[in-house]
């Protein structure tokens, strides 16, 4: 998950449903006080919780939509890496769009998304929803393998370089985006932005 993370440079990295800290101690250590790491969630407890873990995360209370209002309330403009814990298979079909549409407008043109999915969930609509959606709006889309150690077990899609939005999840259907489901359960990409990668760690462990 937090793998895109520049390794050099003052990059700003920002997460998304930060919850109570699943991946901000290891998005701290790859930062290891450089740049800035922003992380947002709706719960002001779990803000108020990760302000006093880390001293160097700036917890904000706010929606995942208000990202970019976010960073320029900071003097910031796009995001290097965005790390997103959103549970998405529980949100309809709008707010995905809003909360996707975002990631894209506060990313840089070369910026990184990371998020994940259950693998019991893949084949649910929201989850189908999501694969087409990540398609729509990264030039890369690539999938890792099952975390089998992770509760319940889970996979990352590892997005790259943010398209314009031109494209909406109206593409489904079209030639290129239906191709046979094969042991990565990816189904609804486009042949040419699956990639097959090894996430050797649990989610948890970031």
Same mark, same amino acid.
């Given at each position: 998950?937090?793998?895109?993370? *520049? ?18 101690? $290891?998005?701290?250590?790859?930062? #290891?006080?450089? =740049?800035r ?13 990760? $302000?006093?873990? @880390? /001293? ?5 209370? /706010? #929606? ?17 890496a965005?790390?997103? =814990?959103?549970? !998405?298979?529980? @949100? ?11 990631v ?8 990184? @998304? $990371?998020? @994940?999915?259950y ?6 609509i929201?989850?189908r &929803? ?15 393998? $099952?975390? !089998? ?15 314009? &939005?031109?494209?909406? #999840?109206r593409?489904?259907?079209?030639? =290129?985006?239906a191709? *046979? ?10 042949? #040419? ?14």
């Amino acid at each position: 998950m937090t793998s895109p993370i *520049p390794s050099l440079g003052q990059p700003v990295v920002v997460e998304l449903g930060s919850g109570t800290g699943a991946f901000s101690r $290891t998005i701290q250590a790859r930062l #290891d006080e450089r =740049g800035r790491h922003i992380a947002l969630d709706i719960n002001e407890r779990f803000t108020a919780l990760l $302000t006093e873990r @880390f /001293a160097g995360l700036d917890a904000v209370t /706010a #929606d995942a939509r208000d990202v970019c209002t976010v960073l320029a309330e900071r003097g910031l403009g796009q995001a290097d890496a965005i790390v997103s =814990g959103l549970p !998405w298979a529980s @949100f309809r079909h709008e707010r995905q769009r809003e909360l996707l549409d975002a990631v894209v407008d506060a990313l840089l043109p070369q910026g990184a @998304f $990371t998020t @994940f999915a259950y693998v019991h969930a893949r084949r649910f609509i929201p989850a189908r &929803r999501l694969r087409r959606s990540l398609a729509d709006r990264f030039e890369e889309v690539v999938l890792g393998r $099952t975390v !089998w150690a992770n509760l319940p077990p889970a996979l990352v899609y590892h997005c790259r370089r943010p398209q314009s &939005r031109q494209r909406d #999840d109206r593409t489904a259907g079209v030639p =290129g985006y239906a191709v *046979p489901a094969d042991r990565f359960g990816v189904e609804d990409l486009p042949v #040419d932005q699956v990639r097959d990668v090894c996430v050797p760690r649990p989610l948890g462990a970031g």
